[in-house]
């Protein structure tokens, strides 16, 4: 069995180009509107990932702990501010980026250590080879969990927020008045994960598995690879998830337990 790495040429990935012209054209010619997102969206692909794939080259070579931890620290920032423009009631620009960055640096950061010094047993533990990729991946899958959480938190609050206010009249706490919100939204958040976890292998091949394999790894040692990354994607998300919908309900309620949006929102209506 042949297991070394078959290498893409220029002319292979312009191929795979014609079908997204294909895709622009056909979308062009039935007035869908998208035509424009799609060209921007493939340029803004294809040069992202080119010079992500250069940097990535001069880090490995390095292999130095300041690299890593400055491209961390670059994944993060952009990260944070994603979950900032994702929103549809848009947050409080520094508070919103200090508490995403936070949720993700405690999630994330913290589990991806766990599993470079614990389970993979990299040598040093801040290999990039290993410890970039698994970031990443964790970070994505962390931002989409963290974004449609706080959405769904912040949205269902506004619209309900006569009732909220009726429930404190009443004389309940104000975590209990918001409780079945912070949970549905919880519960969104985390949703799309877990049913990525239960489809893995059945429905779907997740991308580092197929990736490997592609590569020429044991089909076996990518399945173990694979569980590790959906386990701890899987933590990653719920956790940041919980953390910083917990500090938001908090934040959306002074001392006083009185709902204030004034305190979350720029300028709230």
Known sequence: MNNSLIYLTSVDLIITALLILLLISLSSYLKLGVALQLTIAAI?????????????????????????????????TVAAFEVLARQKLKLKRVWGFSISALAMLISSFLITVLALVVVIDADPWYTPRYAIPLLGMLLGNTMTGIALGIDRLVQTAWQQRA?????????????????????????????????????AGIVSLPGMMTGQILAGSPPVEAVKYQILIMFTVTAGTGFGVIAILQIITRRMFDERERLRFDRLLVKPS
């Open 44 to 76: 803004r692909t294809t040069v992202q990932l080119l010079l992500v794939g250069l940097i990535l080259e001069a880090v490995f070579r390095q292999a130095q702990l300041h690299w890593t931890v400055l491209i961390a620290a670059v994944m993060l």
């Open 163 to 199: 009732i909220i206010e009726q429930r404190l009249m009443l004389g309940e706490k104000d975590v209990d008045a918001i409780r079945d919100i912070t949970r549905d939204a919880m519960r969104a958040g985390m949703i799309p994960i877990i049913n990525a976890m239960a489809a």
